[in-house]
């Protein structure tokens, strides 16, 4: 018995030994299959905010167009002068402002968000289309509540400030999906970290018939990827929301 139990000893603790080095193991290729998993996601994902994205724009630049219409139609100069009684040359002009500014929001499905037609979308650089382009893309997944697309739409920085859940409960506090939002404007605008930024202004639009306007910031972080970057004010917002 001297002899055999130190030998019972160590067959144990060679057990032991050989037990949790399967127990790791198994750990490992689970915590790889799970990577896998996620890439995979991640990829299916991305191909899903691609064919959202596109479908959007095409259906943001119909509805731009069908804006540009009307507004030209609403400028044209005489023909409701002459085909109107006099009482109706009065009403003209703010009938001219609602179709210019109320129409879009109105006229926007849910979930599109539109460039206000007094903006020339002509005249903007390649650089500029895309930091609007960015913005379109944000506004829309707010729109529709997907606050979990627009927490990966945001700055790096941002991103580790709010973590997803708190990003998330603080949107659903705000009911941030309640708005219309439309873009008005956007200019180049230096936030200091050495790539191009841009300021969006946008005009959002609530359901109790207020408005509200708003200088966003969208700003292409070094790798063509353009993000989100919170203002004072919004993160202010966010934060008092919780």
Known sequence: MVVLFPALLFGTGCNQSSEQRQALKEQQQALEEQQKKNKKLQKELEAQKERQKAAKQEEMEQQIAALKKKVEKAGEPEETDQSEPESSNDDSPSDEAVVIE????????????VVA???????????EAEAIDAAITYYQAVEIGDYYTTHSLLSLDD????????WVESNTALDSAAGEFVVTDAYPYDLGTGYP???????????DGSTSYRTTY???EGNGYWAHWLSDEEMGMFSNAL
Not at 102 to 113: N, R, Y
Not at 159 to 166: K, N, R, S
Request: hydrophobic share 45%.
């Open 102 to 113: 109320t129409a879009s929001p109105s006229e926007a499905p849910q979930g599109v968000v």
């Open 117 to 127: 037609p007094q903006f020339d979308v002509q005249a903007v650089t390649a650089e």
């Open 159 to 166: 991103q580790a400030l709010y973590p997803l859940d708190v």
């Open 197 to 207: 930024a841009y300021a969006v202004e946008v005009t959002i639009y609530l359901p």
């Open 218 to 220: 969208f700003t292409n």
